[in-house]
């Protein structure tokens, strides 16, 4: 049995005519009356009382004629629904992010996103940047939002630039040094530090360390967090300063002054990694949403051009 048999099946039992139906169909009547009496002789049941002009249903032909009608309108759902999928209108997409560094484009790419497919869910996992590589090599997350890792990490994946933050010093407004419109690295080397967690940001403490090499140091590490929020919490107290993008600013609001480095080291670099094979409808869709974001608020005049690699 064969859909095509139910779809004749079913406009016989509309038209009760198989004449009309077979101009309905755009078959030959002949071949349309040997398709349903092969589906009569594959179930053993007669659904059909043929007479001259007209045909009947038999009881057996008016129960099947419900459950014929279900399955092309399941089978039709079905090629709607992967048609959907295909052009990103439907299904699910995972997206890894770093929270710190998407606070100001992540809300908003969600919310075009959102607009452009609304059929579509997009599931978020604060990963670290390794598990996010990771993830996305694999094939479990379709999308990652970080730091642009070196080209040895990408292990063949691809990025796409969208947006570059300075690095600033955070400290609480009534820190000595706030009082200044920067801040010389020489500055803050006796200063305790309050930074990220060694094990889940790697190539945080790698910036650290490339950072006070410049003035022959190291940095005075004070305390490990293993997020944005504890990290202002701690800094607000006076546990240490932070060394972060200015976009962490966002989070913390007037909790905290951010002033820039001098001399400014290079920007921090918020990239999406993806695997181009495995790129869906919907995962393109929202890289497009990440890349048109509109901030209100104005960047670093040094920001360059988004650009693939």
Do not use: W
Not at 9 to 19: D, G, I, P
Not at 131 to 143: D, K, T
Not at 276 to 281: A, M, Q, S
Request: proline share 7%.
């Amino acid at each position: 049995m064969e859909l095509r048999h139910l779809r004749y099946f079913v406009t016989v039992a509309e038209l009760l005519n198989f004449t009309k139906a077979a101009q309905r169909l755009r078959v030959a009547q002949p071949a349309l009356s040997r398709q349903i009496r092969d589906l009569e002789a594959e179930l053993s049941v007669p659904l059909l009382e043929r007479g001259p002009r007209t045909a009947k249903l038999t009881e057996a032909g008016a129960a099947f004629l419900g459950e014929a009608r279900a399955i092309l309108q399941r089978a039709d759902d079905a090629v709607k629904l992967a048609r959907a999928v295909a052009r990103g209108e439907r299904g699910e997409i995972h997206v890894g992010y770093a929270p710190s560094l998407t606070t100001e484009v992540l809300p908003c790419a969600l919310h075009s996103f959102h607009n452009a497919a609304p059929g579509v869910h997009v599931k978020l996992h604060d990963f670290s940047s390794e598990e996010m590589l990771r993830g996305v090599g694999e094939g479990r997350l379709h999308l990652g939002l970080m730091a642009r890792p070196s080209e040895r990490a990408l292990r063949g994946l691809q990025f796409e630039l969208l947006r570059e933050y300075p690095i600033c010093v955070a400290m609480p407004p009534k820190h000595r040094l706030a009082r200044g419109k920067m801040v010389a690295l020489e500055q803050i080397t006796d200063e305790p530090l309050v930074v990220y967690s060694r094990a889940e940001y790697p190539e945080y403490h790698a910036m650290l360390v490339d950072l006070f090499a410049k003035i022959g140091r190291l940095p005075r590490l004070a305390e490990e967090h293993d997020s944005a929020p504890s990290l202002i919490a701690a800094a607000e107290i006076g546990r240490g300063l932070v060394i972060a993008p200015a976009c962490l600013g966002i989070l913390a609001g007037g909790r905290l002054k951010f002033l820039p480095l001098h001399p400014a080291p290079p920007l921090i670099q918020l990239v999406a990694v993806f695997d181009p094979h495995r790129l869906t409808g919907a995962a393109t869709k929202f890289l497009a949403a990440a890349r048109s974001v509109e901030i209100s608020r104005p960047l670093p005049d040094s920001r360059r051009r988004n650009r693939s690699r």
